[in-house]
């Protein structure tokens, strides 16, 4: 990756529904906008994000969306919708970076988010960069979360069980979502730190230290695993398939899907189903990968993925 760098500039946007989105800017305040969206929802942007752009060619907005990360208040669910973050990013585009167009990259949770955007602001949308493809859709999260990934990982899917009385284990989500957003502070800590640990888990190809200790910390934990819960729960506020349905939306825009084979999280098929509504875009299937961005071939990809579509031009 590119060296480590610090922001040239940082803030809060007030939403003015009761939310402070912490926002940055890092590389070059005259190269091309880009705008990076984090994975989750809920987990919030790291510095190590900054190093997938030249600093030298790019200008970077990275913001910790709703309730996560930096921005307050932490783990809020009020007022924490797809449209209420992509009418952040909106914001951020036009009062922090000042573009009239930026690339817009995320993967996993952000894939979803950079699709809902640029389907909805097709014309302030460059280029379009997702990895780890996730569109919310009820099969995919019954997968992850009820029965699907479960077969490949019985060993961490009785952890992630263990909250959760046999009762209640033929909707686990909605078991969660009453322990997450109840008032037993234990229980709800207890929930927080196995619906996360489930996740860290098994995001990688091979079993990562550094993932699975990612969100061990209690407000880590809680924030990730009540904003995420809330999104699944609610289908990601958008209909069922939605995101596939209207991908010829962007059709004109330029763009790179990339995908790692042995994803368990978000598994394949759903980037293949991106890849046959949206044709335009360059696929690239990762013969040795899992979910992690910082995976050998789909760190390779992403970085390929923004230096071509650095303009050097556009750096004075």
């Known amino acids: 990756m590119y060296p480590e760098i610090q922001p040239y500039a940082h803030g809060y946007l007030d939403t003015n529904d009761g939310h402070h989105v912490y926002w940055e800017l890092c590389g070059n305040p005259d190269g091309k906008p880009a705008i990076f969206l984090h994975g989750g929802p809920g987990s919030g942007c790291s510095p190590v994000h900054r190093r997938l752009f030249n600093p030298d060619r790019y200008n970077v907005l990275l913001f910790d969306q709703r309730g996560c990360g930096r ?28 573009a009239d167009q930026m690339l817009v990259f995320g993967g996993s949770w952000g894939s979803t988010l950079s699709l809902a955007y640029a389907q909805t602001h097709p014309d302030h949308v460059s280029e379009l960069i997702v990895r780890g493809i996730f569109t919310v859709r009820q099969s995919e999260v019954h997968w992850f979360y009820q029965n699907g990934a479960s077969a490949l990982f019985p060993d961490y899917w009785e952890d992630y069980l263990a909250p959760i009385p046999q009762s209640e284990r033929d909707d686990l989500i909605g078991a969660y979502h009453r322990r997450l957003t109840g008032d037993d502070r234990d229980a709800q800590l207890k929930a927080a730190h196995a619906w996360t640990q489930w996740e860290s888990r098994t995001i990688t190809l091979l079993p990562s230290t550094h993932h699975e200790k990612a969100h061990s910390a209690d407000a880590q934990a809680l924030s990730f695993a009540r904003i995420e819960n809330h999104y699944v729960v609610n289908g990601g506020f958008m209909e069922d398939g939605q995101l596939l349905r209207d991908a010829y939306k962007l059709r004109d825009i330029p763009g790179v899907i990339i995908q790692g084979r042995y994803d368990a999280c978000t598994p394949a098929r759903t980037a293949w189903d991106l890849h046959r509504a949206w044709p335009q875009a360059e696929f690239h299937l990762v013969p040795d990968a899992g979910h992690a961005f910082d995976e050998p071939g789909i760190l390779t990809r992403l970085l390929a993925a923004t230096d071509k579509f650095s303009e050097p031009t556009s750096v004075s």
Do not use: F, G, Q, Y
Request: charged content about 30%; proline content about 4%; hydrophobic content about 30%.
């Open 71 to 98: 921005s307050t208040p932490h783990s809020s669910l009020e007022n924490n919708t797809t449209w209420h973050l992509v009418d952040d990013m909106e914001r951020l585009r036009a009062e922090v970076l000042k």
